[in-house]
């Protein structure tokens, strides 16, 4: 394509080198421009002559411009490597000791397409950071208390106690009758004792999720020695209440249906405030007196662990001393609950043996099981903690958050590692074998009439085996990393190609640096692992990648005991990794039976508890829409 709108053109060219220019020349005058009370006839004499030198540089790179884009089958890309090469006039000034500014030009990553753009910022060097923002270290945030209601247990000793027993909390649902189901298990809360912790009549009318929500948000305030006598001293402004729902108050919303068949006049007017996720968290803060940060989140199954981290971001920012986080859900009903999943295919059907219906990793999972519950976690900034002498059970080092992108329900397909994964359970006969050293890999798969190409790092203990290649899907080729071709892609190509397991796996990661821990470090996780077919193998391969096949990492799931808890997951497996973190154990999988093919079990925990001195605990949760998110504890040391 040729013309003033072609990205090859002479136009284009001249823009291109028009705007180096005029970086560098700004970033000159900045760099030579000292107060005018200072400048003698030297400086201005120095400062003559070393624009010239730019000016002369500068025409010299656009000249260079001009020829690389004179020739046929020039683009962008070729403009975009001129510009790399052009020499900022910053390092220019300093390699001849005129620079009198500590600014610099900072460059980012080439683009690897030459349909990327490619960013060129000035940015400020640590030492201009470090004058114009006083270095404050970083507030440490600890868990103090907490407090859980659960099908295992209300009490958080009584909980964890029955999960290292390997009990399950997953019976026949007995709320209402549920007959016409194709699942009719849950674990289910039969009773609840809410004497002491919600009056009769706010217990009579709130929705089940925000009356567990409290009572697990005052037993974990007790857990935490929070007494009226600390309660009085604290900085009432800086305390906060987040936790949230990824269900709400759905109880409500049906039984005010159910009321409108009947008249209009029969709906409770507390249907709407006591429906609302946002409601439990104000309730408890109306209860407790606290004017700090207050709301809630919903982003599904991952709500619990979204509402901890952004907690703790509050105490990090110093706009908390204490904040009461976690998660709560109570959806096992017949309309949106129970109902909704069951029309989604999502629930597991095993009704004649409820115990053995979550089975997260075996290979005869068939769905998750519902459960309800809440979990609330006493975050503490650390001197606030140490000063009024409280407990300290583990440390919050961080975490992180990622979209998926790609579907509201399933998790983004993972072709390229499940098949690297695959391989060598694959039937034979295989077509070629290719022995690779560990080493950077391209990989060409076929799309349509096109073919995609990405790079893969392998496995070490992958390559040790050698890679099973079938030439009719695609092959593999060992490049050294001079040469690799980084998301080269040809038309027709899907761009979610090439995000594979991205998700996930950037979550993983970026809780890692977030939280400065290694992945040597962490030996303990509590996988999402909901008992589905796709789930439970997406995130383990995740793991894997992140990890490695490292025998002294251990992974269980909670859910295994208890089933999905929805939004309250996230807070109630957290309380579970710090109990672990505590005591020393870890809690049992149990049904795994018949693990599923290409799990390695080796990482993961058997059928019996484990002791563990656990130097970094990583929590997973995921939500429909594709929320992804990571936690990580470790002892307080």
Known sequence: MTGSGSLSSPLCTWLVAACMTVTCSKESKHALSPPSSTISNRSRRRKAATVAALKCNSNNKYNNYSSDMSGAGSSLQGIMSSCLAFEPCSHYYASNGLLRSNRKLRRFHPPALSGQAMAVAVQPTKEVETKNKPHTKQKRVVVTGMGVVSPLGHET??????????????????????????????????SISTDGWVSPKLARRMDKFMLYMLIAGKKALADGGISEDVMDGLNKAKCGVLIGSAMGGMKVFNDAIEALRISYKKVNPFCVPFATTNMGSAMLAMDLGWMGPNYSISTACATGNFCILNAANHIIRGEADVMLCGGSDSAIIPIGGLGGFVACRALSQRNDDPTKASRPWDMNRDGFVMGEGAGVLLLEELEHAKKRGANIYAEFLGGSFTCDAYHMTEPRPDEKLKYLGSLFHSDPPYDYVINCEPAMVLIVEPWGFWYLFSTCVLQKELVAFGIVCHLSYSYYYELKPVNLLLNVVFPRCDAHSFLDWAGVILCIEK????????????????????????????????????????????VNSTKSMIGHLLGASGAVEAIATVQAIKTGWVHPNINLENPEQGVDTSVLVGPKKERLDIKAALSNSFGFGGHNSSIIFAPFK
């Open 157 to 190: 000793d009584v909980f964890y106690n029955n999960l290292l027993e390997g009990v399950s909390g997953i019976s026949q649902i007995e709320a209402f009758d549920c007959a016409q189901f194709s699942s009719r298990i849950a674990g289910e809360i039969k």
């Open 511 to 554: 809780a890692l640096a977030q939280s400065g821990v290694s992945k040597e470090d962490v030996n303990y996780i509590n996988a999402h692992a909901t008992s589905t077919p796709a789930g439970d193998l997406k995130e383990y391969q995740a793991l894997m990648h992140c990890f490695g096949h490292n025998s002294g990492l251990r």
